[in-house]
């Protein structure tokens, strides 16, 4: 039997990855949540190919490929990533990675990458085809809402690097709860008591409704305007120019979200809420008569090399959630 | 002529895409109030799919609708054959949908304006009509405001 070593900090995700083997490849399999429990595992062995993440906490998969190069280990390793930008791609390949599947994997796709890498013989296989008893998952609905967010960003991304022509690291999206209060505290936290502007677009279908929101911090959006080849602007050209990004990162979440739940959602106009405002409550006003808990997505994309970071929160209302459930439970079936 | 089908076949699809995505609500009925058309706004707003009102009362549907006000405006339509139209000033909406912004926004419904139009078949009366639903709460909170 193969050492397979399946490296993802979530567990969504490993699971729809070892579901996506195939079945007769006989491996025995080990798992690790981010890159420290990866490298634990290589170094005992288990891990002669292994399929990596990127975005992990704690160690993430660029660390992982370099130290297994600096301490030498002879595993073969293919990253399966959500973030699909070109860039990504070139630098795992720079660091030894033998190849890139995107997530999330299809069983075909897998197949044929890994007889292609010669790591899974069909003939040979065939003969013996050891039962795999499939681990015992307990998939948590927000573990799941991470995954899914986390691949939609990472198509956002791979759109906003194009069009930026820079390298976005993207993080771990955090999923919350939150009471409108809790909310306003988390926001005022992406403030750092500068100059905002924010951009929202209302989004519903199949009675899961939000709102998402992009929060630009105003010293730096004459580096976005440089990165597009626009000369600072006035206001009118500056709020446009944030409108159409705004379009990008939400419209390729948004489409993103919705291919992995199935779902087609109306989208209202985008909206700038305002500029140069120098607090949350000059910005957004919170309708709370009218809500108590909202699921927050939180991302926040950071430029590589460069001080520009865009927030973005898909605000999903609190009767959205039970239909949000539904969806991700049957993708996780 | 294959040629020619072809492309009208393309433009059939591309115009049922853009009644699907188009950010008002259309809904075709007969002049019995059965519903024929509804597209995605109306799907993603009310939260009933084509397939759950297909050939259903808009009445039944939705009970709130005040039905002698509609009657009268969708009765001139279907005789006169002209447009009919309602505006948020006048009554708020037609049906009552959240807003698109639940957690920003301030207005506690859509305000919405109506177009009603008559959909002839060719040479022949007025049997259909087509019910299109504008979302206008932008304009009214900001009158409201004003106000």
């Not at chain 2, 177009?115 to 639903?133: D, F, K, Q, S, Y």
Request: with cysteine; aromatic share 6%.
């Amino acid at each position: 039997m193969l050492p397979l070593l399946v490296c993802d900090d979530s567990t969504m995700a490993r699971k729809q990855l070892i579901r996506a083997l195939p079945p007769e490849w006989p491996v025995s399999i080990t798992q690790a949540s981010h890159g420290e429990e990866a490298m634990t595992a290589i170094r005992q062995g288990l891990g002669q190919v292994v399929l990596l993440d990127l975005t992990m906490p704690v160690m993430d998969g660029y660390q992982v490929l370099a130290q297994v190069r600096e301490e030498g280990h002879a595993c073969r390793i293919l990253v399966v990533s959500g973030d699909i930008q070109d860039e990504a791609r070139r630098r795992v390949a720079e660091l030894g990675a033998l190849d890139f599947i995107r997530k999330p994997a299809t069983p075909e796709e897998l197949r044929e990458t890994l007889e292609r890498l010669g790591l899974f013989d069909h003939q040979a296989a065939a003969e013996a085809p050891p039962p795999r008893t499939e681990a015992d998952f307990k998939v948590g609905f927000r573990d799941a809402l991470r995954e899914v967010s986390n691949v939609a960003m990472g198509r956002a991304a791979a759109l906003l690097a194009e069009e930026l022509g820079v390298f976005i690291q993207l993080p771990v999206p955090a999923v919350n709860l939150f009471e409108a209060s809790e909310l306003h505290m988390a926001l005022a936290d992406a403030n750092r008591g500068e100059r905002l502007s924010a951009v929202c677009q209302g989004f519903v279908g199949e009675a899961i409704a939000g709102e998402a929101l992009l929060l630009f911090h105003d010293s730096e959006v004459a580096d976005i305007a440089h990165l597009l080849g626009l000369r600072p602007g006035g206001d009118e050209a500056t709020s446009e120019m944030l409108l159409d990004l705004a379009s990008i990162i939400i419209g390729a979440c948004l489409a993103g979200i919705a291919e992995q739940l199935d779902i087609r959602f109306s989208q209202g106009h985008p909206q700038l809420l305002g500029q140069h405002a120098r607090s949350i409550d000059e910005l957004i006003h919170f309708n709370g008569a009218r809500w108590r808990k909202t699921l927050a997505v939180e991302i926040s994309y950071a430029l590589e090399d460069r001080a520009v970071r865009f927030d973005l929160l898909l605000l999903f209302t609190e009767a959205s959630v039970p239909r949000l459930t539904a969806k991700i439970q049957y993708l996780m079936e | 002529m294959a040629g020619q089908a072809q492309i009208d076949m393309r433009e059939l699809h591309w115009l049922l895409d853009i009644v699907q995505c188009l950010d008002v609500g259309v809904l075709v009925m007969d002049r019995n109030f059965r519903i024929e058309v509804w597209n995605s706004f109306m799907e993603n707003h009310s939260g009933l799919g084509a397939d759950q009102v297909q050939g259903r009362s808009l009445f039944e549907l939705f009970p709130e609708i005040d039905r002698v006000w509609l009657e009268r405006k969708v009765g001139t339509v279907l005789r006169l054959g002209t447009r009919a139209f309602s505006l948020w000033q006048q009554r708020p909406y037609l049906l009552r949908f959240e807003t698109y912004r639940p957690i920003t926004g301030q207005a506690d419904f859509m305000y919405q304006n109506l177009t009603i139009m008559p959909l002839a078949a060719a040479g022949r009366e007025v049997e259909h009509v087509c019910l299109m639903i504008y979302d206008a709460t932008e304009a009214a909170e900001a009158q409201l405001r004003e106000g």
